[in-house]
């Protein structure tokens, strides 16, 4: 696998996006608690990296350029997702799952809904349950639309699945007493 390049830091985009909101590079270092000629760097390397001017100078306050208005636009939502996978990892860590997608078959479905939700409230944020059968369910975890499976079959002919039993059901034979 080749490592590729990014043309920038992510720290850096927390810089930018500080002389954006400050409007200039002076009053961004002092939001950051860091030197102004640290934030000129900081851009100055961005925009060598990107190959491109992020910044009018010859305003005041700073204005952007075209490209400084397109990486504004994405800066802030990058950063967003950024900080939202360290905080799910962060709740995976501490035992909180943020989704879980779970498939049960139909006649398990009423029967077992409600007590999976109250084992799960406080360890799940978001349940999904989808009721169906189980070859719909098997498609749907192999292709990563569901995290697991209640079924009646145990897809033993698929590698790489975890499987547990969790109960099993009897059957009874009812005949009138008169049947041989």
């Given at each position: 696998?080749a490592i ?18 400050n ?19 900081t851009i100055?390397?961005?925009e ?7 910044f ?6 700073l204005?952007?350029?075209a ?5 504004r636009?994405?800066?802030?939502t ?10 799910n ?9 943020p ?16 007590h ?6 406080g ?18 975890l ?7 499976v ?12 975890e ?18």
């Amino acid at each position: 696998m080749a490592i590729v390049d990014l043309p920038f830091e992510l720290s850096s985009l927390s810089v930018f996006l500080a002389v954006c909101d400050n409007g200039s590079m002076a009053a961004a270092a002092r939001a950051l608690k860091v030197t102004q000629p640290a934030i000129s760097q900081t851009i100055a390397d961005l925009e060598s990296r990107l190959g491109a001017t992020l910044f009018d100078r010859n305003v005041r306050p700073l204005a952007l350029t075209a490209a400084g208005t397109v990486l504004r636009q994405y800066a802030a939502t990058m950063l967003a997702e950024v900080r939202h996978i360290a905080t799910n990892i962060q709740e995976i860590r501490l035992g909180h799952v943020p989704q879980l997608r779970m498939g049960v078959v139909d006649s398990l479905s009423r029967a077992m809904s409600a007590h999976i939700s109250r084992y799960m409230y406080g360890r799940v944020g978001r349940l999904i349950i989808h009721a169906g059968l189980t070859e719909t369910h098997a498609t749907a975890l192999l292709t990563r639309q569901i995290d697991f499976v209640i079924g009646v079959d145990d897809m033993e002919d698929v590698a790489g699945l975890e499987r547990w039993p969790l109960f099993e059901e009897p059957y009874l034979l009812l005949c009138p007493p008169d049947m041989p």
